[in-house]
């Protein structure tokens, strides 16, 4: 039985990761993980909610996430070890099943945002080999893509810091191409809308500032990511000194990219047929340079990197199935490793099926769009975790062993960041039922299996099976 399950005894003393990661590596990291999904396949969701003034969505979201990334700062310049909200929790509450909860919606908020990507990788290759993409055709191909996903999961191949540079380069490309074909179109007289930008379009049934909310909360999808950053700070050279200027500046860049991509798209295309298409900054780009052939190598550019978003959630998503089931809380059949490959191919498999159900569940569900329902339950997840962070922020204020030499942030911050986060949660904030509903029975499959799990250890006459140490969560085999 292992020291993590029995809590006997001293574990083997392991090794410490190699800081390999500088300033500037660690700024495209924080880029590169921000500048995905969300703005290339959500911006059309967006501005369905509110109209043209999409760009007032995402600058919310970026101060959301700015005043909790000011919680996640001290926290990690305070406890530089990897594992994130999970580690915060348990330190902050000790309570076993708030750390595990914890640690599973952030593994669900990885498969629902590797989903996410799989319906926009479809829809941009059908775009892209000029073919009318069918409701069957996009979730089968989305179906194919996470299966291919899994297999290179299996094969246990690891993300490099240079390949996330290269991904990091070719999302940015596409992004800057859009700006500059709004930049031509706007100095060029194309046709161009410019009271689009400050005009809200609201449903009858909304008010402006409930249309506002929820278009923030699914907004938001865009900007996370920068919490993945904090599981790197054991490879980060000097990360209470680094730590701070980088992620703000990472989260800064992000912000003015999102607004500048949005106002580009409102300004060029009508918000109806924004709000129609997967593909919008395809859209974009074809009204404001429409003798250029751009068109017809953005859609295979956004496939390039929304690839790097899912491979890289569903990484993370099976490791931390993978470590909950080494420790006891999840069936220990999920830990599973393959004898050649070094794989946890059981937890591949559980995290691929639950990506499957989703696809299927979304393909089918005639009454919202695909690409919002999981993407806004990506952000709901992961607002929840935010509001927990940033409670854990205060409570570990008590903390004086870590006491001095990190950053602090100010104490209205994160009260702020919990009140906020907890509002963008709640129904009050307009967000759809079909979030709720996906969320829940993701969250309720996790909760019975953590309970059936007690049970079976306890009919084991396993004792003190518990999460031990967070840090060994996402630690799956080489």
Same mark, same amino acid.
Do not use: C, W
């Given at each position: 039985m292992?020291?993590?399950?029995?809590?006997?005894?001293a574990p083997d003393k392991q090794p410490e990761l190699k800081r390999v990661m500088g300033p500037g590596l660690l700024l495209l990291f924080i880029v590169g993980d921000i500048l995905g999904t969300g703005v290339y396949a959500l911006v059309g969701d967006v501005a369905g909610e509110v109209g043209g003034a999409a760009w007032l969505p995402f600058l919310i979201a970026f101060g959301v996430a700015t005043i909790t990334a000011f919680s996640y700062l001290e926290l990690v310049t305070k406890y530089p070890q990897a594992a994130g909200a999970a580690l915060y929790a348990h330190k902050a509450f000790g309570i076993q099943f708030i750390t595990f909860l914890v640690a599973f919606v952030v593994m669900c908020s990885g498969i629902t945002s590797a989903s996410t990507a799989s319906r926009a990788f479809a829809a941009n290759f059908f775009e892209g080999v000029g073919t009318e993409a069918s409701k069957v055709g996009v979730a089968v191909l989305a179906l194919l893509f996470m299966a291919a996903l899994a297999a290179i999961n299996? &094969?246990? *191949?690891?993300? %490099?810091?240079?390949?996330?540079?290269? #991904? $990091?380069?070719?999302?940015i490309t596409g992004l800057v191409v859009v700006i500059l074909v709004g930049m031509w179109a706007f100095t060029g007289g194309g046709d161009v809308d410019f009271s689009r930008i400050v005009a809200f379009e609201t449903a009858e049934d909304k008010s402006t500032f409930l249309a506002i909310s929820a278009a923030t909360s699914l907004a938001f999808f865009a900007m996370v990511g920068f919490e993945d950053s904090v599981n790197m700070a054991e490879e980060t050279k000097d990360p209470v000194k680094t730590f701070p200027k980088i992620l703000l500046t990472g989260l800064s860049i992000a912000g003015v990219v999102y607004v500048l991509i949005s106002i580009v798209a409102v300004a060029l295309v009508p918000i109806g047929k924004l709000e129609e298409s997967d593909t919008p900054l395809v859209e974009v780009v074809r009204a404001g340079a429409p003798g250029l052939p751009?068109?017809?190598? +953005?859609? @295979?550019?956004?496939?390039?990197?929304?690839?790097?978003?899912?491979l890289i959630n569903m990484l993370m998503a099976s490791r931390l199935i993978y470590g909950m089931a080494r420790q006891r809380v999840l069936p220990s059949v999920l830990g599973t490793v393959h004898p050649t490959r070094r794989s946890p191919w059981v937890a591949? +498999? @559980?995290?691929?099926?639950?990506?499957?159900?989703?696809?299927?569940y979304v393909s089918t569900a005639a009454s919202s769009n695909a690409i919002s329902v999981l993407g806004g339950t990506t952000s709901l997840l992961l607002l929840a975790v935010f509001a927990?962070?940033? *409670?854990?922020? #205060?409570?570990?204020? &008590?903390d004086? &062993?870590?006491?001095?030499?990190? @950053?602090? $942030?100010?104490?209205? #911050?994160?009260?702020?960041? @919990? +009140?906020?986060?907890? !509002?963008?949660?709640?129904? +009050? %904030?307009? &967000?759809?039922?079909?979030? !709720?509903?996906?969320?829940?029975?993701?969250?309720?499959?996790?909760?019975?299996?953590f309970f059936v799990t007690q049970k079976i250890n306890k009919q084991l006459g396993i004792r003190d099976a518990r999460i031990t140490d967070p840090t060994h969560l996402g630690s799956g085999p080489n």
């Open positions: 292992s020291e993590a399950v029995t809590g006997q005894g299996y &094969r246990g *191949v690891g993300e %490099s810091v240079k390949l996330n540079v290269v #991904l $990091t380069i070719v999302e751009i068109d017809t190598i +953005l859609p @295979f550019i956004t496939m390039f990197a929304v690839s790097n978003t899912a591949i +498999l @559980f995290t691929t099926v639950i990506a499957f159900g989703l696809i299927i927990v962070v940033n *409670v854990a922020v #205060l409570v570990l204020r &008590r004086v &062993r870590q006491a001095g030499g990190h @950053f602090k $942030t100010p104490t209205a #911050l994160p009260v702020i960041g @919990f +009140l906020t986060s907890l !509002y963008l949660v709640t129904p +009050l %904030s307009g &967000r759809p039922s079909q979030q !709720y509903l996906v969320a829940g029975v993701l969250v309720a499959v996790g909760v019975v299996l």
